[in-house]
């Protein structure tokens, strides 16, 4: 590897991606790192050169030339835009093997999947047992995720590349993302502030003025807090960087992100909570979510039911490593209020 490390950065204005970025911004090494982002905005594309001394290009996830050549330019590809781009990675992918026939480096790709590729269609109506949780440090139980897991057709194409040897691919698998980034992206301007799951259901709550759930709200998802997945992000580079043998890679490279978990209902309460301190319910009780409710609340009724699916996985690989989450559960329900506060403005 040479002695300044080539970074290529997508996600650059995302939730966690801008996360990820502040924090290699702050990086000790900072100066020895030459990072390219891959951004839409041509506003953003110049404060992010003036103002924070990266490379930027503008361009799109459908510019794959562009894309397999900024790959190919790269010695560490960060993919935090997109789980779901077989053709964005496939681009990404044939510029880390061009850059392997073309200079015999082998490229690393820190690629975001996520815990998904595990959740079950409970529609809320059970817990999953903990015969379900995936250990990321279970390979067997990894290669036993169909191949018609969400996400998951991505991340066979990662892992037949780290298997034919030209790159080395590290899986990183957040769950329910939360909380309120504050770094100088964000003042900036330049990032997103908001995650998926969590506004959704705040969204819904605010439209129908009561907390609403799919189902029973019995199902179990992990949780992690922004600022902990952007942690977990570094603490897998640093340790790419320093001790390349100590991180797994392939079917030994998924490092699953949670601290805790939490029951769709017990969520949806929280948000219903919210709402009664703010005047907008009387009753901080959730309701199920009516078939008509879920049709005109989420884009499709199959995406919907994503709010009543179990997920249950566990980080050993990545606290292996020294990664040390510092926000709990407690926290992920403190962030709700905030949250419904934010959307109540808008």
């Excluded at 050549?69 to 789980?83: D, K, M, P, R, T």
């Excluded at 030209?166 to 939360?178: F, K």
């Amino acid at each position: 590897m040479s002695a300044k490390p080539t970074i290529f950065l997508t996600g650059a204005t995302g939730y966690v991606g801008g996360t990820v970025l502040a924090r290699l911004l702050n990086h000790p090494e900072r100066k020895n790192f030459d990072i390219t982002v891959l951004v839409r905005d041509e506003a953003k594309a110049q404060i992010l050169s003036t103002k924070f001394g990266l490379n930027t290009v503008i361009g799109t996830h459908q510019d794959l030339d562009k894309v397999a050549s900024l790959a190919e330019a790269a010695h560490i590809v960060f993919n935090i835009s997109n789980a779901d781009d077989e053709q964005f990675t496939s681009a990404i992918l044939k510029g880390l093997q061009n850059r392997n026939t073309k200079t015999g480096d082998v490229p690393i790709l820190i690629h975001t999947t996520g815990s998904a590729i595990v959740m079950d269609d409970a529609r809320g109506a059970y817990a999953g047992g903990p015969e379900t949780i995936f250990d990321d440090l279970d390979v067997e139980k990894a290669k036993a995720i169909p191949p018609t897991a969400l996400h998951h057709n991505v991340d066979l194409l990662i892992l037949d590349a780290d298997t034919q040897g030209y790159m080395r691919g590290y899986l990183v698998n957040p769950s329910t993302v939360y909380g309120a980034p504050t770094h100088e992206l964000v003042v900036a301007g330049i990032t997103n502030t908001h995650s998926i799951q969590i506004p959704v259901l705040i969204q819904a709550a605010l439209a129908r003025k009561r907390a609403g759930m799919v189902g029973a709200g019995k199902a179990i998802w992990p949780a992690i807090h922004v600022d902990d997945t952007a942690e977990l992000f570094i603490t897998l580079f640093d340790t790419i960087l320093k001790k390349p043998e100590v991180a797994g890679h392939g079917w030994e490279g998924f490092y699953n992100g949670e601290n805790g978990e939490y029951t769709w209902y017990q969520l949806a309460k929280a948000i219903g909570q919210s709402l009664v301190e703010l005047g907008i319910a009387s009753d901080p009780e959730p309701t199920t979510f009516t078939h008509e409710e879920l049709l005109k609340y989420f884009p499709t009724l199959e995406f919907a039911y994503v709010w009543g699916t179990n997920c249950r996985v566990r980080a050993s690989r990545a606290r292996a490593l020294g990664w040390k989450p510092k926000y709990t559960t407690e926290d992920l329900f403190k962030s709700v209020k905030p949250e419904v506060e934010t959307f109540l403005r808008k």
